[in-house]
């Protein structure tokens, strides 16, 4: 029935404004706007729409993932833009927030809203 029908997926975010900065300029992705909402534009066609719900509850998992080859260089690319990177109780991750040897190297931080995304190797 869907088969062949468009889909995207959504974040909501607490504030547009900030979610339009961080995404667009911290993170360097290509944005628009439609009615209100942010567009993320990604490679590979695969947009993402984001929408202000100021009640929002952020998503305590991986919504939005990156595949870069250089795990390492991407990390220290975003710190240098003031991006922090989450450290978890029991998850082996070097000084810069990488775990490493248990998959795709992977690090995770949040957007202004607290959702959160990673960089994983992969490409």
């Known amino acids: 029935m869907l088969t062949d029908t468009r889909a995207f997926s959504g974040i909501a975010v607490r504030d547009l ?73 029991g998850i082996p991750q070097d000084e810069h927030g990488v775990m490493r040897g248990r998959g795709p190297d992977i690090a995770w931080f949040t957007d202004p809203s607290g959702n959160v995304l990673s960089v994983l190797a992969g490409g």
Request: hydrophobic letters at 40%; glycine letters at 10%; charged letters at 20%.
């Open 17 to 89: 404004a900030a979610a339009r900065q961080f995404y667009g300029e911290v993170l360097g992705l290509r944005t628009s706007e439609d009615n209100g909402n942010l567009w993320l534009h990604l490679a590979g066609g695969r947009d993402t729409f984001v929408y202000e719900q100021p009640s929002a509850t952020p998503a305590s998992y991986t919504v939005l993932n990156f595949q870069v080859d250089d795990v390492g260089a991407v990390v220290a690319g975003l710190t240098a833009r003031g991006v922090r990177f989450e450290r978890y109780d």
